[in-house]
């Protein structure tokens, strides 16, 4: 059965950075697609930045030059860097893990989100 655990979310002033780290584990033969999304108080949950295999990443607008995306094969690991936050960054960070589980086998998964909060 694959799991996701997320981590490394927590209070940070106001142009601080914090990494968030996904980790898979489980029966996994490769990570097709990755993606962070995020959902603050009273808003609808937003794709930050994505990766699908072969292809460069996306970010928000919102979040360009600051945050970055990456993963660590060996690990099954996938990473989100946050730079130069900013109160409006404040929401619980969500990973989103597209694996290929078997020859024929793909599934769709979810952290259970961390919560970052950018606050002086």
């Known amino acids: 059965q694959v799991q996701l655990v997320e981590s490394g979310g927590g209070l940070v002033q106001p142009g601080g950075s914090l990494r968030l780290s996904c980790a898979a584990s489980?029966?996994?033969?490769?990570?097709?697609?990755m993606r962070w999304y995020r959902q603050a108080p009273g808003k609808q949950r937003e794709l930050v930045a994505g990766i699908i295999s072969g292809s460069s990443a996306n970010y928000a607008d919102s979040v360009k030059g600051r945050f970055t995306i990456s993963r660590d094969n060996a690990k099954n690991t996938v990473y989100l860097q946050m730079n130069s936050l900013k109160p409006d960054d404040t929401a619980v960070y969500y990973c989103?893990?597209?694996?290929?589980?078997?020859?024929?086998?793909?599934?769709?998964?979810w952290g259970q989100g961390t919560q970052v909060t950018v606050s002086s």
């Open positions: 989103n893990l597209v694996l290929v589980t078997g020859s024929d086998r793909v599934g769709d998964y």
């Open positions: 489980g029966r996994i033969f490769s990570i097709y697609a």
